[in-house]
């Protein structure tokens, strides 16, 4: 029996990957979407932005798609920089630098990774949402050079930064995993697969 195909909306190899080691259990055939897909993040919430990327994916492939959208959100900056993280800045460097000297040495640090996750058919219906967060604190330097925000993000159930997570820990305590497995049970009743 061949297997249900899903895209995942996205073009980073890295977040498909890791979508992919997240719903790996499942009778599902999973791939990233074509490279011609490029869609503006106009949307004004992680979901908006999700669903944008879901139905464009989906209307190019014709097939079921999952995307998500995410973010870090810094308690005292007030929540940002939020649906804006991936493009505070052009660079990590200067990303990382951006959040540090806003922070400046207060002791108030704590933040949270939020990811919202939608399910979307073939016909660009969108069938569920949900959101997964993993808190955390901003550490007052990177734990690692040539990080993103993943090295600033300490996770204090794991006692390591978010970036530092391997993919057992990426699934149980990751915002993008939680999301996702919130999702699984929705995404095998819609392509008609019983979750013994």
Sequence with gaps: MKKPLI????????????IEAMLGPLPIEVKKQPSSLDVEETGKTYLE???????????????????????LEIDSLGNA???????????????????????????????????????????????QNTIGICWGEILKEPAYPNGEFESLFWVRETNCTYGELNNAQLSKHGSRGKAARELAPYLLKAIGIKNN
């Design 7 to 18: 895209t995942i909306a996205s073009g980073n190899p890295k977040k498909v990957a890791e």
């Design 81 to 127: 920089p939020g649906i804006f993280s991936a493009r505070l800045a052009n660079t990590n460097e200067k990303k990382i630098e951006k959040i540090l000297t806003a922070l400046g040495d207060s002791p108030y640090r704590s933040a949270k990774v939020c990811s919202v996750m939608v399910l979307c058919s073939n016909s660009g219906e969108i069938i």
């Design 49 to 71: 932005n999700a669903i944008l990327k879901a139905k464009a994916a989906a209307a190019l492939t014709n097939s079921w798609t999952i995307a998500d959208d995410s973010g």
